[in-house]
């Protein structure tokens, strides 16, 4: 079946480094692929998407580039800021009976200490 | 604009006990859904629905139900807690059930911590 497989975190970073969240999956077809964000004590906010091979999603600095070749969506900031810190899910939706269902990564916890 | 929300934020049972998890939005959206986040497995999809009156299982149904009367509200039922079900539960809603057509994205409440003894 479909699933998203994502680095083991936590990943933790000094304030203004470079992050990467790998992010991989497997799906039958064309998924649609998504980052979300978790702040503590809140829910999930899409972060950003891309729905087909080669587009690239960016939203408040990350960015992700969907690699069909390499069935991967890793996540990138080129400066990270304390306040980015979360949990990072990766998701894809394979939504072919339009159940409007997510599958989704296990999560990884970024800290980012200043 | 109050989005999703869920009520209660926090709840401890007893093992046997039933409860009622409650999830509202005033978005008018159709589509809404259950999932539960456990450590190490990201969420996963228990129940959801594409409308008044229509519901599905996703992928862990087992221990819970559903109903949805209205648009607005989606309740989910524990029947008879189990220790097992010890989780963070989020209610999300969306304006279209496809998130491979639709640029809306899902909308997530801020979630139930339910603790099973």
């Known amino acids: 079946g479909d699933s998203v497989t994502q680095m083991e975190g936590p990943v933790t970073l000094s304030e203004e480094a470079f992050l990467t969240i790998n992010c991989t999956y497997t799906?039958?077809?064309?998924?649609?692929l998504f980052w979300y964000v978790q702040y503590p004590g809140e829910g999930l906010q899409l972060l950003l998407k891309?729905?087909?091979?080669?587009d690239k999603g960016s939203n408040k600095g990350f960015e992700a580039t969907y690699r069909k070749e390499t069935t991967s969506f890793h996540l990138e900031k080129g400066s990270v800021q304390v306040s980015d810190s979360a949990v990072y899910f990766c998701?894809?939706?394979?939504?072919?009976?339009?159940?409007?269902?997510?599958?989704f990564g296990q999560g990884t916890t970024l800290q980012v200490k200043p | 604009n109050a989005g999703v929300t869920q009520t209660p934020k926090f709840q401890v049972l007893k093992t046997g006990q039933s409860m009622t998890l409650q999830c509202a939005q005033d978005?008018?959206?159709?589509?809404m859904s259950w999932y539960r986040q456990d450590p190490g497995m990201g969420l996963r999809l228990i129940h959801y629905?594409?409308?008044?009156?229509?519901?599905d299982q996703g992928e862990v149904p087992n221990g819970y139900n559903v109903s949805r009367s209205t648009t607005e509200d989606f309740p989910l039922r524990l029947l008879s807690a189990a220790p097992s079900q010890t989780s963070v539960y989020f209610c999300?809603?969306?304006?279209?059930?496809?998130?491979?057509?639709?640029?809306?994205?899902?909308?997530f409440g801020d979630g139930t911590r339910l603790s099973i003894l």
């Open positions: 999300a809603s969306s304006a279209v059930p496809s998130a491979v057509i639709s640029n809306q994205p899902q909308h």
């Open positions: 799906a039958t077809g064309y998924p649609s």
């Open positions: 891309a729905t087909k091979a080669d």
């Open positions: 998701a894809l939706s394979a939504d072919s009976s339009n159940t409007g269902k997510l599958i």
């Open positions: 978005m008018n959206h159709e589509y």
């Open positions: 629905s594409v409308g008044a009156g229509i519901t």
